[in-house]
């Protein structure tokens, strides 16, 4: 199983954008990169995942590596709503995700 | 459409009772996940089903954890004779089927053993 680095917390303030980053020096070729984040008293979300190439969607964007060990998350405008924990997961499918305790993100109005 | 569903919502229980925790995942997900995350950590998984497999049950701390799923849809998880380890969230997910689809989750169940 893939290990991950993730920082413990992060500040950033309201609308302005925010970089989370993730270290997985140990991913394996078949293994996505997932993001979750979880808000405070809810169950986790889905925000993104990518394999190679870098991904965006309407939440958030995913900055993938070229060597693949490490991956950032890119959140173009915060806002207070997106303060959460956010999880960096490799694996090459959904059944067996590690997860760990992930970046508490902190957004200042 | 509506999302998974959990119940109750929080639960508490003397230590040493039986207690059961339900699931409803999204119609027409063929996999559900069981996962608990005690305060501050992450999520660790438990079991596992899809469709009409065998679950993957190698999460499952102890024997006094069981899970059912019945008719591929509302999945039980039973813990019996409590323990106040078992103090956690319990977290139901689903998603359409296995391999790299997102996972959709419920709220959870706080379970709290006194």
Redesign the interface.
């Known amino acids: 199983d893939a290990k991950t680095t993730q920082p413990n917390s992060m500040e950033s303030n309201e609308e302005e954008p925010v970089h989370l980053p993730c270290n997985h020096s140990t991913i394996s070729g078949t293994d996505?990169i997932?993001w979750?984040r979880q808000l405070p008293s809810?169950?986790?979300?889905?925000v993104i995942?990518g394999l190679t190439s870098n991904v965006n969607n309407r939440m958030a964007s995913l900055a993938i590596a070229e060597d693949r060990k490490s991956s950032t998350l890119i959140l173009h405008r915060a806002t207070l709503r997106d303060a959460a924990v956010y999880?960096c997961i490799p694996g090459?499918?959904?059944?067996?995700?590690?997860?760990?305790?992930?970046t508490k993100l902190i957004i200042k109005p | 459409g509506a999302g998974v569903s959990q119940s109750p919502s929080n639960k508490v229980t003397e230590k040493g009772k039986d207690v059961e925790l339900r699931c409803d995942p999204i119609s027409g997900h063929t996999a559900l996940y069981w996962y608990r995350q005690s305060l501050g950590q992450g999520l660790e998984f438990l079991i596992y089903f899809q469709g009409n497999s065998a679950p993957d049950k190698s999460g499952l701390p102890s024997d006094r954890f069981s899970a059912e799923r019945t008719g591929g849809s509302v999945s039980t998880l039973t813990i019996q004779r409590t323990q106040q380890e078992d103090s956690a969230v319990y977290l139901c997910a689903s998603s359409r089927r296995t391999g790299v689809y997102e996972q959709y989750f419920g709220p959870g169940t706080r379970l709290t053993v006194t």
């Open positions: 996505y997932h979750y809810q169950g986790p979300e889905y995942h999880y090459d499918s959904n059944y067996q995700l590690i997860w760990g305790a992930g």
